[in-house]
């Protein structure tokens, strides 16, 4: 187990014991400002406690996942790319801009799905997405393109249609 994976671990098991600072915060304000308010302040520090353990879990997962992407970059003999990580409900989205790689992106696709499946994150990440970009000023608009098919799948796996020629299709049924 490594430093990432012990301390992504131990963020996750502490975030759900946010019962107990809030209850320690309660009791440090009762007495000075009363019930009321005493249990509004232990509640939005029981609350914000539990956000920043789930956010600091996710950004050391997601830390590893690049340091991976950029290794296994490096290891194939590209080193120019651009790495995102995205939080959609159902996992994470990994997307790899590769510039000027056309013909690394089959194989860098190959080993940055076998590094995915032989890591300890690999049930947190739900999509990755590699795009060859000519130049840095062509992600945007393939980060716009990338985007839009996630959401796309994102609403067939909820069932609703994602353009007019879904639309179209279910008023015929």
């Known amino acids: 187990m490594g430093k990432a994976e012990r301390l992504s671990t131990r963020l996750e098991k502490i975030r ?3 019962f ?3 209850a320690l915060m309660y009791i440090g304000t009762q007495i000075p400002f009363g019930k009321g308010p005493a249990l509004m302040v232990s509640m939005v520090f029981g609350v914000a406690f539990y956000l920043i353990c789930s956010r600091g879990r996710l950004m050391i997962i997601c ?3 690049i340091r991976d992407m950029r290794s296994t970059l490096e290891k194939l003999g590209e080193h120019e790319g651009v790495f995102e990580v995205k939080n959609f409900s159902p996992g994470l989205v990994v997307r790899v801009y590769l510039i000027r790689a056309s013909q690394m992106v089959p194989e860098f696709n190959r080993a940055l ?3 995915i499946e032989k890591s300890w994150y ?3 990440v739900w999509m990755t997405q590699v795009v060859e970009v000519e130049d840095s000023y062509e992600i945007k608009a393939a980060r716009r ?3 839009e098919s996630v959401l796309n799948d994102l609403r067939h796996m909820i069932g609703k249609p994602s353009d ?4 179209k299709e279910e008023d015929k049924k």
Request: charged share 55%.
């Open 20 to 22: 107990i600072p809030s």
């Open 122 to 124: 690999k049930k947190l």
């Open 63 to 65: 830390e590893e996942i």
């Open 16 to 18: 759900w014991l946010w």
């Open 164 to 167: 007019k020629k879904d639309k």
């Open 145 to 147: 393109a990338l985007e």
């Open 113 to 115: 799905r076998e590094k």
